[in-house]
């Protein structure tokens, strides 16, 4: 079978969740000796993270926007190769074009107007979902199927297009055993090095995107360091030092800034350290559709606060504390409750680690080549 993959940007530098998804999962079906070839269509960039084999072939197809390369360019480089089936991992997919179609719905969040976006988060972001609005109700139409990462999300999405009566399958995604880690003083005291971390602080991935509830966080960080007397520093990645100055101003506690470290962007290959060296890792969100890093912080060693909505009681189990990502006072309460008790974060700790156990990148790969071989022999 001749299988096309669409990972358009997993060769950018600075990967976001959808691409380390695709890459991850491609990674595992050039290691099964599958039988199949696999077109892996991208569009060339700085990171060549991976590598022709396994019956995967690696096609570069040209195109500077975002549509133009998937609406056009995309449609043409599968016809020319000729796939029985095309996989597009990241909520759209082309309009036109004979291809069969199976498209991965991360989530839907961009349709639902009680989390509506639309004139929130940056400018890409905004103009992201005015084209994930216009092209996602057409391509669940015509998909042959459609995936989604979460029995969550699975439900979210066949409810809302119900009258589509849409053929909706979760597969979980997965874990790398990088994330795996021991105790790694000497590793971790470099990553620390390299970033300006201190022994101990907690961790936030900082991100603009509305529902990373950013606000509520530094609203809950900035009560935990003004009612503690010894708090510590709060780690915020991939966020501009103006930006919080200027909630800290708002907030009538500039003082503050002392206690934040902003390290800009983290490379995910030293997320690992990154997650295992940090007392608390916080990923209150106000929806997710899975939630990849609450896996990667507790396989780490991290202690997770997460939220109790959406996908993440589903992907964290009961290895991480449950809060309302919209009470302030739980969140900041909770930082000082396990900051304060090194037993409780150990107690964590052990059920973390037991719980990542539960996902890998294989069994993604797997049951998504069984849904492609279903397909396409139907």
């Known amino acids: 079978m001749r299988i096309g993959i669409e990972a358009q940007r997993i060769f950018r530098k600075r990967k976001h969740g959808m691409d380390i998804v695709a890459l991850e999962m491609i990674r595992e079906l ?32 040209p195109g500077v926007t975002y549509p133009y390369w998937e609406q056009l360019m995309l449609p ?14 990241s909520n759209t997919a082309p309009l036109g074009g004979e291809v069969p179609l199976l498209v991965t719905l991360h989530d839907i969040i961009y349709l639902e107007k009680k989390l509506d976006n639309s004139s929130k988060g940056s400018l890409y972001q905004r103009l992201g979902n005015v084209y994930r609005r216009y092209v996602v109700p057409k391509i669940v139409k015509k998909a042959e199927a459609l995936i989604t990462v979460s029995d969550y999300e699975n439900k979210v999405i066949s409810d809302f297009f119900s009258a589509e009566k849409p053929d909706v399958r979760t597969v979980y995604n997965g874990i790398g055993p990088k994330f795996f880690i021991d105790s790694a003083p000497e590793q971790a005291r470099l990553i620390c090095e390299k970033y300006n971390l201190p022994e101990e602080y907690l961790f936030f991935l900082g991100n603009t995107d509305p529902k990373k509830n950013l606000p509520n966080v530094i ?14 520093p709060v780690v915020i990645a991939d966020y ?19 206690h934040f470290i902003l390290p800009g962007y983290m490379a995910n290959d030293d997320l690992p350290l990154i997650y295992n060296s940090c007392t608390l890792f916080l990923y209150p969100s106000l929806r997710e559709s899975f939630g990849i890093p609450i896996l990667e912080a507790q396989a780490a060693g991290a202690v997770v606060i997460t939220s109790n909505k959406a996908s993440m009681p589903e992907v964290s189990g009961d290895a991480s504390v449950l809060i309302d990502p919209q009470d302030v006072e739980e969140l900041a309460g909770q930082i000082r409750r396990l900051t304060g008790d090194e037993n409780l974060r150990k107690t964590y700790i052990e059920k973390g680690k037991k719980n990542a156990a539960r996902f890998s990148w294989r069994k993604t790969a797997e049951e998504t080549l069984a849904i492609y071989e279903e397909l396409i022999r139907n």
């Open 30 to 61: 050039q290691k099964m000796n599958t039988g199949h070839e696999f077109f892996v269509f991208v569009k060339k960039d700085a990171d060549r993270c991976l590598e022709p084999g396994g019956g995967v072939r690696i096609i570069e197809v």
């Open 240 to 258: 501009p030092e103006s930006e919080l100055k200027k909630w800290l101003k708002d907030a009538g506690k500039p003082e503050l800034i002392k």
């Open 76 to 89: 043409a480089a599968a016809r020319k190769h000729k796939v029985d089936l095309l996989h597009c991992t």
């Open 219 to 232: 609203r809950a960080c900035i009560k935990y360091l003004d009612e503690s007397d010894n708090p510590l």
